[in-house]
Structures are given as C-alpha cells and as structure tokens.
C-alpha cells in the first residue's frame, strides 16, 4: 500500500513529506493505522546531523498511537481494531536485559538507529529503495508496519492525542526521576530544561516526593508550565537555582539534577555535577552530537565528593510495565498529559511544528494523522 510519511533522505537535511510504499504485516508484526506522533527532539537531531543514522533515507517518529488495521500470520495477543502505543524501544522479555528488569536494554532495541529489521529487510520502500523507520516505527507516516515487541495496549478512555506520549517523552522523563535519580520524599531536586522531556521529570520528582524541585530553562513560558506540573521554584539558568537550592541545603548542593537540555553538551553536564551535594546524582538524559567527546569534570572531585552521573535511556523504565503504569496514574488523574500538548499540526506542517519547538512555543507539539 502507499502512505504519506515524513522522511530524511540524508544526513542534516529536513522533513520531506513524501508517499512510500508500504509492505503488510509478517509474523509477529502489525499494520498501524497512526493516530497521533509527538515531536521529540530526539527526531530533530536526525535533520541536524546531531544523530547519525546507519542508513539513510529514513522515515521519521518515534513517539506514537495508533490503531491495528491487520495483524500478521500466527501473531497472538492482537486483534483488528486495538488501540496502540509505540513503545520507542522494544521489549523482547526474553534477553538477559529483559530478564534483570532493564527492558529498556532489551537487545532487539540494537536497530532503533538504523531503522531496519533484525534480518536487515525493509517494510518501506520509495522506488525501490529500502526506506529505515526510526526505532523501527516511523510515527510520522499515516500507516506503518511495526514489530509487537514495540507494541503496549493502550486502554479505551486514553485518548491516542495523549496517549502517545507515553511511548517517549513522559516515560523518559517521569523515569529520569523516579528511576534514574531514585528521587526520595524530602528531596530537592533541579531539572535543567523543562521541554516535552523536563517537564515530565518535574512530574516523576513531583510523584516521588522532592520537596523542593526548581526547574530550569531559558524560556519563560517553559518555567510557567514547570510551576503548574509541580515544580516549586523556577530559574532562567543555573547560577539562579543554585542560588535557591543553596540556602535550603546548608549550601551542599542538590540531591539530584537531570539534564534534559534539548542539544546537550558536555559543558550542561558538568554543570549538573556541580549543583549536587556529596554522593549525590547528576543524571544525563538529554542527547547532543553523537560525536562529541568529554565532559569538563575534574575526576578527582568526583571521587572525593563521590559523586553519581548516570546515563538514562527512556528513564531506565520497561516499557511493557511502564508504559502501562503511567497511561493508568494518567486515569487516575496523578500524570498530566493533556496539559503538554501546547499544538497540534497536520504532517504537511512537521518542519513548522519543530520550528515551533526550537523557538520554545511548545511543551510537545503532535502529529494528528489525516487518513
Ligand atoms: N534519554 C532518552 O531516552 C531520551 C528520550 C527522548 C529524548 N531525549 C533527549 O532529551 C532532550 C530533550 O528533549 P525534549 O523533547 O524535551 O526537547 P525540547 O526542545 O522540548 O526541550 C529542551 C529544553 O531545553 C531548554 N534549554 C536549552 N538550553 C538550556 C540550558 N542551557 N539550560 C536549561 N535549559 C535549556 C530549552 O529551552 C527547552 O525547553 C533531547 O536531547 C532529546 O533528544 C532523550
Ligand atoms: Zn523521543
Ligand atoms: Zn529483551
């Protein structure tokens, strides 16, 4: 079948709306009618170059919901009609990973960056040429055919607007404090940078019972939204936070930073380090040039003060447990999600949605799919 899909065609270049072919379902697959995409910076950093992608093109999206269309042969657990989250990586449960409750690990996420299938084959097409999907997924075309390891039931009164960000944004974020940082009741805790990502970590350090959690970001409007979802004080750069943080912590420094820097680099990360007290955690969730080398922090420091960073994929989280967790604390009202929905955009207007994110007009912008 053919579907309109916004694709790369090559390294730093941007979104070209294009119709591509699309092969059906195999086994253990399933055809997506998509509903809805979220515009993560992780996509961004494939137009900038930041990423780099081990096969070009590449149809683009990683954070989506949608409905099964078809289910391909001998494939249980799913039937025509289900509702959808994409989960950006999947989850095979069977893997060492898997097994130790690392999901996230989980060794069939190796291709998320080049976008093929573990036997190297395509599912899109443009004439004739293999065309990747991003985390084997590719959000931003109206159908796609995706693997149900990546697959998560998502219940009848979650609408799939919202729903879809459950499959990045929220768990990377809401994990990045809860998991990653282990944020405890009483803590005080700083997010440096309050986008589609940030804004979800104030809510899981929020959840997790920070007492003091002081966003950072340069835009205004994002240290607005920070105030409503939880945060209790604001700051335009970290010099201001840490002139809160450190009158309540005797001047020792937070328990925990997370770095959610839309292009983080080494200089955000060192920081993070030095807003933290002795054995505290500086987690680095944000993503910057894939080439970039070094982090300026003196080691000797770091052992002294015994200080933690920690890297953190999709907030540490196992999307097949976690993914369902956070669409249910969203019925039960504990997890915001309509409210970082700041625009929605038709697939023609994916370049005008991250030109929107850049100038710091959204929280999250979303894809709504027209069929
Ligand atoms: N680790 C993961 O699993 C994972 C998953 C998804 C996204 N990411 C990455 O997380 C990062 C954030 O993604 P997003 O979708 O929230 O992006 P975003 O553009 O929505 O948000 C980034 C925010 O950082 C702010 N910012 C820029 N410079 C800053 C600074 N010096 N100090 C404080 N704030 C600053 C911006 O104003 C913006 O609000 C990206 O690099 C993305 O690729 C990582
Ligand atoms: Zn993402
Ligand atoms: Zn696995």
């Not at 990377?172 to 986008?195: E, H, K, L, Q």
């Not at 993914?323 to 625009?343: C, K, S």
Request: aromatic share 4%.
């Amino acid at each position: 079948m053919k579907t309109k899909a916004a694709l790369v065609e090559r390294s730093a270049g941007k979104w070209e709306v294009t119709e591509v072919d699309l092969d059906g379902p195999r086994q253990g697959e399933l055809l997506v009618k998509m509903v809805a995409s979220g515009l993560c910076h992780s996509d961004d950093h494939l137009t900038t170059g930041d990423l780099q992608l081990g096969h070009y093109p590449i149809a683009g999206g990683h954070e989506g919901a949608g409905i099964v269309e078809e289910v391909g042969p001998d494939t249980p657990e799913w039937k025509v009609g289900d509702r959808i989250v994409m989960s950006f990586l999947p989850g095979c449960g069977r893997c060492r990973w898997c097994a130790s409750g690392m999901q996230n690990l989980c060794d069939s996420g190796a291709r998320t960056l080049d976008g093929t299938r573990a036997d190297g084959s395509f599912r899109m097409s443009l004439d004739g040429q293999g065309v990747g999907q991003m985390s084997g997924l590719a959000t931003f075309s109206q159908w796609s055919t995706v693997s149900v390891l990546s697959a998560i039931h998502c219940p009848d009164d979650v609408p799939l607007e919202v729903a879809c960000l459950t499959g990045c944004g929220v768990g990377t974020g809401w994990g990045s404090a809860v998991n990653s940082a282990g944020v405890r009741p009483g803590d005080v805790v700083i997010v440096m940078g309050v986008g589609g990502i940030g804004i979800n970590a104030v809510q899981g350090a929020s959840h997790a019972g920070a007492s003091v959690i002081v966003a950072v970001d340069p835009v205004e409007f994002k240290r607005g939204t920070a105030l409503r979802l939880g945060a209790t004080h604001a700051a335009a750069t970290m010099a201001e936070a840490m002139e809160v943080v450190a009158p309540l912590t005797n001047g020792q420094g937070a328990d925990s930073c997370i770095v959610c820097v839309g292009v983080t680099r080494g200089d955000h990360v060192a920081q993070g380090v030095d807003a933290i007290r002795k054995g505290g955690t500086c987690v680095l969730t944000g993503i910057g040039n894939m080439a970039e080398v070094g982090i300026p922090v003196s080691p000797t420091m770091l052992t002294l003060f015994q200080k933690r960073i920690q890297g953190s994929l999709f907030g540490a989280s196992s999307p097949s447990k976690d993914i369902p967790l956070m669409l249910e604390l969203y019925r039960q009202g504990r997890l915001r999600l309509d409210e970082l929905v700041t625009t929605r955009y038709p697939l023609d207007k994916i370049n005008e949605g991250y030109a929107d994110m850049h100038a710091g007009r959204n929280i999250r912008g979303v894809i709504v799919h027209e069929h």
